[in-house]
């Protein structure tokens, strides 16, 4: 019963360095999502996507590139870490139109500190 | 960007304590969601609401739809320990999915 499944949990990262996020769900969702938490704010929109081969800005996408190769994959990317970027990262997925209609599905989070 | 604001910020309650937290936003949605996450945890949903003065409850928990359709409530009866947690609040624009706006969440807190 994995659901959304996000890899690394937690990675420290120096200033410059890249990484990928991988997200993976097993629920045949069709949009999938990436978002970044930060104390004291909402959930941030860094990317989306509603289908596999297709990807979207969201409300802070700078610095960070995603791919979704495969339906149930969808991957972010920093090409080159920042501070800023320090965060805790949470993927989600959706079935639009369906029972569950509107509800997100979340992964555990993944920490990342960038020095 | 669309904004939400939640209210209180954060809250410390007793045990067997009712609570009351809400949100409420300048735009228009379509579908208000309520989420909680535990520390170390993703997000999970506890309600869902798609109609305006809609009424929903899961357990313990009642929320409504604002008849506005800018403002959602969520209430918890009889606070026990392991309500403790942030509550987000989120809205949905549109009936096909991409545009979620989530609030800041409430933190609550309950002493035994």
């Known amino acids: 019963n994995a659901g959304v499944t996000q890899t690394p949990k937690f990675r420290v990262l120096k200033t410059g360095q890249s990484m990928t996020l991988l997200c993976a769900q097993d629920m045949n969702h069709e949009y999938m999502y990436w978002y970044r938490q930060d104390p004291g704010m909402g959930l941030r929109l860094i990317h989306y996507?509603?289908?596999?081969?297709?990807?979207a800005k969201g409300e802070v996408p700078d610095g960070y590139n995603v791919s979704r190769l495969k339906k149930q994959n969808f991957l972010l990317g920093l090409e080159s870490a920042a501070p800023s970027q320090t965060s805790v990262y949470f993927c989600a997925s959706l079935n639009p139109g369906g029972a569950t209609s509107g509800e997100l599905f979340f992964g555990e989070g993944s920490r990342l500190t960038v020095l | 960007g669309q904004q939400l604001n939640q209210s209180p910020q954060s809250m410390f309650i007793q045990e067997g304590e009712d609570v009351s937290m809400n949100c409420t936003s300048s735009?228009?949605?379509?579908?208000w969601l309520w989420y909680k996450q535990d520390p170390g945890e993703g997000p999970v949903l506890l309600i869902a609401?798609?109609?305006?003065?809609e009424l929903t409850s899961n357990g313990r928990l009642t929320a409504q739809f604002g008849i506005t359709r800018k403002d959602s409530f969520l209430n918890i009866s009889a606070s026990i320990p392991s309500d403790v947690g942030i509550y987000f609040c989120a809205g949905q624009l549109d009936n096909y999915g991409q545009n979620f706006v989530f609030g800041p969440g409430t933190r609550l807190s309950v002493l035994p």
């Open positions: 735009s228009i949605f379509n579908t």
């Open positions: 609401l798609y109609k305006a003065g």
């Open positions: 996507s509603v289908g596999e081969g297709t990807t």
